[in-house]
């Protein structure tokens, strides 16, 4: 199994900033892509942004110029930099990674538990 651990989320005003991470940990063989995810209250969880193992990255059109996914292959951690953030933000983040572990050496999906992030004024 792959652990995946959310952090740095939390309540913003309108413009302002937050930097979330997400940490994967286990029996890890390789993690191929990373992503996050969001959910709003009654909605269905989308795509907010993926990275690929070299770095290659493709953003929903609700958060290009403002979103930046990057990672740190080293230690296995995917960052999203979420900047000018407006109230429609609003949502649950989920960490997913593309990964294979040991005794599953094949590619699965992993989701971490989620990070609440709130822009209001």
């Known amino acids: 199994q792959v652990q995946l651990v959310e952090s740095g989320g939390g309540l913003v005003q309108p413009g302002g900033s937050l930097r979330l991470s997400c940490a994967a940990s286990?029996?890890?063989?390789?993690?191929?892509?990373m992503g996050w995810y969001r959910q709003a209250p009654g909605k269905q969880r989308k795509l907010v942004a993926v990275?690929?193992?070299?770095?290659?990255?493709n953003y929903a059109d609700s958060v290009k110029g403002r979103f930046t996914i990057s990672r740190d292959n080293a230690k296995n951690t995917v960052y999203l930099q979420m900047n000018s953030l407006k109230p429609e933000d609003t949502a649950v983040y989920y960490c997913?990674?593309?990964?294979?572990?040991?005794?599953?050496?094949?590619?699965?999906?992993?989701w971490g538990q989620g990070t609440q992030v709130t822009v209001s004024s």
């Open positions: 990275i690929s193992s070299g770095g290659s990255t």
């Open positions: 286990g029996s890890i063989r390789s993690i191929n892509a």
């Open positions: 997913n990674a593309l990964g294979e572990t040991l005794v599953r050496p094949w590619p699965t999906d992993y």
